[in-house]
C-alpha cells in the first residue's frame, strides 16, 4: 500500500525542483529589476550579491512552512490519502501555471498562485468527501476550508496594489524634489540623511522580514521586541554618521551603496518568504508520509490532525533548494524576460514599447491629463517653474552636438524602489498582513516612475496599458490557480493512473514552452531596435540598414514560394500559416520605422543625406513587405472562400516567375550580407527579365479569358498576383538604386 505514495514522494520531489526554476524565473524580478535598470551596479556584482541574499534567505526560512500544512485547510478533516492527492495537484498546477506566465514574460505573485491552488484542490477533495457523507450538508465546507486566510490574501492583494502604487509615487516626488536629476552636485549633509534613512530602513527590514520566524531570531527577540523604536532611531544616528564619512572622506556615491544592500535584503526576503512557495508543499508531504509510515492505519481512514502541529524544517532541504535557487537566477533566460518587462514599463523616457494601448489606458491617460491641466490652474507659476526645473532630466555633450541620455532610471529612483519595498513588506510582516513580494515590488516602481515624469505623452498609454496587464494577469492568476487546481484534485481522485498521465502532460508542455522561448528569443535578437545610448557612423548606417534588408530578401523569398506552392495545392491550413508570417514580417519593419526618431538622433554627425537615405530604404522594406502581404491576404481569402483552383497554366506561370524572384531575392540578400555593392548590373538585367515574363503571364490570361477562362475569381486572384510582383520589383530596385547611389557617395 505504501509503494504509491513513495513513488508519489519522488514525484513531488522532482516537481519541487522544477517549481524552484520557474518560480525563481518569474520572481528574480522583485530584486533585480532596480538594481540592473539602473545600472548604478555592473550586473555581474549585481548577481553576486543577489545570490549571496537569496542563499542566505534560504537557509534562515525555517518555519515559514505551515501555509501547506494548515494554513488554507483544516488537516484534521482530511486523511491522508486527500492530503496527498491535494499536494499532487497543487504542484502539478503550479508549475504550468509558472511556467506559462514566465514564458510571456511576466511577473505574477508565487504567494497566491500556491495560496489559491491549495484552496482550489482542497475545496474540490471537501466536496468530494461531503457529498459521500450524508450526514454533511454543503455548508460544512467551512470546517474542511480555512476560509479567512483566502479572504485575508484577497483583500492583501486590493491593498498592497492601491498602497504600494501610492507611496512609491509620493516618496518618488518629494525625492526628486530634493535630489533633481544633478544628485551628484546634492549638498553631503542631504546624502547623508538619505543614506541614513534607507539603510535603517533597509536593515531593519533584513531583521524583521528575513530573521524573524527563524531559530535565530529567538535569541534576540527579547532585545527587539518592545524595542522597536529605539532601535530605529539608534540605527538612524549610526547610519547617517557613516554615510557622512564614506561621502565626505572616501568620495563614495551613497546610492550605490543603498542599491547594493537594498538588492541583498530583498532577494533574501524573496528566498525567506517565497521558500515555502516551492518546496511547502513537498515538504509537508514528506511530514504527513513519515506520521502515516508508521501509523499502521490505512491510508484511506488516517487522520492527518499532525499536520497541524509546528515541524521544524530540515537545514540540509534547505540547503539544496538555496543552491537550486542560485543556479537558476545565473542561467534561466525565462528570468531575463520578466525581468526587462519590469525595467520596459519603468525606464526613463520612450522607446520600444512592448504592449499595445487598449480603451481603458486611454481612459485613464486622458483622466491624469485633465487632471494635471487642473493643478498646473491651481498652482502659481513661481511653483510651476521651480518643480519642474527639479525634473529637467540633464544630457551628457558629445562631440559634433550629440547627447548620451539616462538609463532606463536612475540612482535615486532605484534607491526608492528598494527602500520603499523594503519598508512596505517589513511594516505588513510586523502587523501580520498577508503580502506578496511581487506585488509590493512591482507596483512600487510603477508609482515612482509615474511620480518621475517616465510616462511621458508619447508612453503613457503603452505604460498604463501594460500596468493593467500585468496586474490583471495577477488576478487571473488567482481564478485559473483555483480552477485549474481543483480539476486536477477531481481527475487524480478519480483515479490514482492520472498522476503519471499528468506528469507527462506537465513535462510535454514545460518542453514546448521551453523551445518556444527559445525561437522567441532568437527572433527578438534579429531585431535590432536602436537605443539613444548608441551612436551611429555613417559607415554603421550601411551595416544597419544592409542587415534589415538581407533579412527581408530572405523572408520574402521564402514566404513567395510559400504562397505559390500552397495555391497549387489549395492548402488552406498552409496559407494561413504563412499569412501570420507575413503580418509578423510588416509589424516588425514598422517597429522600425517607429524607431526612425532615435536612429536619427544617434547619428555621430549632423547628416541630412544619412537620414534620407535610411528612411528611404525603410519605405521601400515597407513597399516590399505590403505586397507579399497583399499576395498572401488574397491568396488566403481565396482559397478560404472555397473558389475554385487556378489552372495549370496559371500556375505553372506562378512557379516561372517564382523561381526567376527567388533568384533574384537570393543574390539581393548575398549582395547586402556581404555588403558587396560595387556592381549591382546583373540583377538590373535579371530584373527586366522578370518583368518580361509577368507581362507575359498578362497577356496569356488576357487570351484566356477571350476564349475558355469561366472563373472571374481567379482572374481577379491572378492579375493581383502579378501585379503586386511587378510592384514589389519596383520597390527592391529602387532599394538598389538609392543603395548604390548613397554607397558611391560615402566612397568619393
Do not use: C
Amino acid at each position: 500500500m505504501g509503494d504509491p505514495y513513495v513513488l508519489m514522494l519522488v514525484a513531488l520531489a522532482a516537481l519541487a525542483i522544477v517549481d524552484l526554476v520557474v518560480g525563481v524565473s518569474n520572481d528574480a524580478v522583485n530584486f533585480l529589476n532596480s538594481a540592473i535598470g539602473s545600472k548604478a551596479i555592473s550586473v555581474r556584482n549585481i548577481m553576486i550579491i543577489a545570490s549571496v541574499g537569496v542563499f542566505f534567505g534560504a537557509v534562515s526560512s525555517s518555519g515559514m512552512m505551515e501555509v501547506a500544512r494548515k494554513g488554507i485547510f483544516n488537516p484534521s478533516m482530511f486523511v491522508f490519502q486527500d492530503v496527498m492527492f491535494i499536494f499532487m495537484a497543487v504542484m502539478i498546477t503550479d508549475i504550468l501555471l509558472l511556467d506559462l506566465f514566465n514564458s510571456l514574460g511576466m511577473p505574477t505573485s508565487t504567494t497566491v498562485s500556491i495560496v489559491f491552488e491549495l484552496l482550489g484542490s482542497a475545496v474540490v477533495i471537501a466536496f468530494i468527501k461531503i457529498s459521500q457523507n450524508d450526514a454533511e450538508g454543503i455548508t460544512a465546507i467551512w470546517k474542511y476550508i480555512n476560509y479567512e486566510t483566502a479572504t485575508d490574501i484577497i483583500l492583501g492583494i486590493l491593498l498592497s496594489v492601491v498602497v504600494a502604487f501610492s507611496v512609491g509615487a509620493i516618496v518618488q516626488y518629494f525625492s526628486r524634489l530634493i535630489y533633481s536629476f544633478n544628485f551628484a552636485s546634492r549638498p553631503t549633509y542631504i546624502n547623508s540623511l538619505f543614506g541614513g534613512f534607507a539603510i535603517t530602513a533597509i536593515t531593519y527590514f533584513i531583521i524583521i522580514k528575513g530573521l524573524k520566524g527563524t531559530d535565530f531570531y529567538e535569541n534576540i527577540a527579547h532585545v527587539m521586541e518592545g524595542n522597536t523604536i529605539s532601535i530605529i532611531a539608534i540605527s538612524f544616528v549610526l547610519w547617517t554618521a557613516l554615510s557622512y564619512l564614506l561621502t565626505k572622506i572616501f568620495k563614495l556615491n551613497i546610492l550605490v551603496l543603498i542599491i547594493g544592500i537594498g538588492t541583498f535584503s530583498l532577494a533574501m526576503a524573496f528566498a525567506g518568504n517565497d521558500l515555502v512557495n516551492f518546496i511547502g508543499v513537498p515538504i509537508a508531504a514528506l511530514n504527513s508520509y513519515e506520521t502515516w509510515s508508521v501509523s499502521g492505519v490505512s491510508a484511506e481512514t488516517f487522520s492527518m490532525a499532525s499536520l497541524a502541529a509546528k515541524v521544524k524544517s530540515n537545514v540540509w532541504l534547505l540547503l539544496l533548494a538555496g543552491l537550486i535557487m542560485v543556479i537558476t537566477l545565473w542561467t534561466s533566460s525565462k528570468a531575463k524576460s520578466v525581468i526587462e518587462t519590469g525595467i520596459n514599463l519603468s525606464r526613463q523616457g520612450e522607446g520600444h514599447e512592448k504592449f499595445q494601448p487598449n480603451n481603458v489606458s486611454r481612459v485613464v491617460v486622458r483622466f491624469a491629463m485633465f487632471v494635471n491641466v487642473g493643478i498646473n490652474y491651481v498652482l502659481p507659476e513661481k511653483t510651476r517653474t521651480f518643480i519642474n526645473s527639479k525634473f529637467e532630466k540633464p544630457s551628457v555633450k558629445l562631440p559634433n552636438d550629440k547627447t548620451i541620455e539616462m538609463p532606463a532610471f536612475d540612482l535615486v529612483r532605484a534607491s526608492v524602489n528598494l527602500v520603499m519595498a523594503s519598508v512596505l513588506i517589513s511594516i505588513a510582516t510586523s502587523m501580520k498582513l498577508p503580502l506578496s513580494t511581487t506585488y509590493v515590488t512591482f507596483m512600487v516602481a510603477m508609482g515612482t516612475s509615474l511620480a518621475d515624469r517616465a510616462w511621458g505623452r508619447e508612453s503613457a498609454v503603452y505604460r498604463v496599458a501594460g500596468v493593467l496587464n500585468v496586474i490583471g494577469g495577477w488576478f487571473l492568476t488567482a481564478l485559473v490557480a483555483f480552477v485549474a487546481a481543483g480539476i486536477v484534485a477531481y481527475l487524480i481522485h478519480l483515479h490514482i493512473i492520472f498522476i503519471p498521465i499528468l506528469l507527462v502532460v506537465v513535462a510535454a508542455l514545460i518542453t514546448k514552452n521551453s523551445i518556444a522561448h527559445r525561437k522567441k528569443a532568437q527572433e527578438i535578437k534579429r531585431k535590432t531596435y536602436i537605443e539613444r545610448s548608441e551612436l551611429i557612423t555613417i559607415n554603421g548606417v550601411i551595416d544597419e540598414s544592409s542587415g534589415h534588408v538581407s533579412e527581408v530578401a530572405t523572408r520574402i523569398e521564402k514566404l513567395y514560394t510559400h504562397v505559390v506552392n500552397d495555391l497549387a495545392n489549395h492548402d488552406l491550413n498552409k496559407l494561413r500559416k504563412t499569412d501570420k508570417h507575413v503580418e509578423k514580417l510588416n509589424d516588425e519593419i514598422d517597429d522600425l520605422k517607429d524607431n526612425v526618431f532615435y536612429f536619427i538622433k544617434s547619428l555621430d554627425e549632423t547628416s541630412v543625406q544619412a537620414s534620407k537615405f535610411y528612411i528611404s530604404v525603410l519605405g521601400y522594406l515597407q513597399d516590399s513587405a505590403q505586397s507579399i502581404s497583399y499576395i498572401s491576404r488574397a491568396s488566403f481569402k481565396h482559397v478560404n472562400n472555397n473558389h475554385k483552383n487556378l489552372k495549370k497554366g496559371q500556375i505553372k506561370d506562378l512557379k516561372l516567375i517564382n523561381n526567376e524572384l527567388s533568384t533574384i531575392l537570393g543574390i539581393i540578400s548575398t549582395i547586402f550580407n556581404e555588403r558587396n555593392f560595387d556592381d549591382l548590373n546583373p540583377l538590373l538585367i535579371q530584373k527586366r527579365e522578370l518583368l518580361s515574363n509577368v507581362s507575359l503571364s498578362i497577356e496569356k490570361q488576357v487570351a484566356r479569358i477571350r476564349t475558355d477562362e469561366t472563373s472571374p475569381k481567379n482572374t481577379t486572384l491572378y492579375f493581383s498576383i502579378l501585379l503586386e510582383t511587378k510592384d514589389l520589383m519596383k520597390a527592391l530596385m529602387n532599394l538598389l538604386e538609392t543603395y548604390e547611389e548613397f554607397y558611391l557617395s560615402t566612397k568619393v
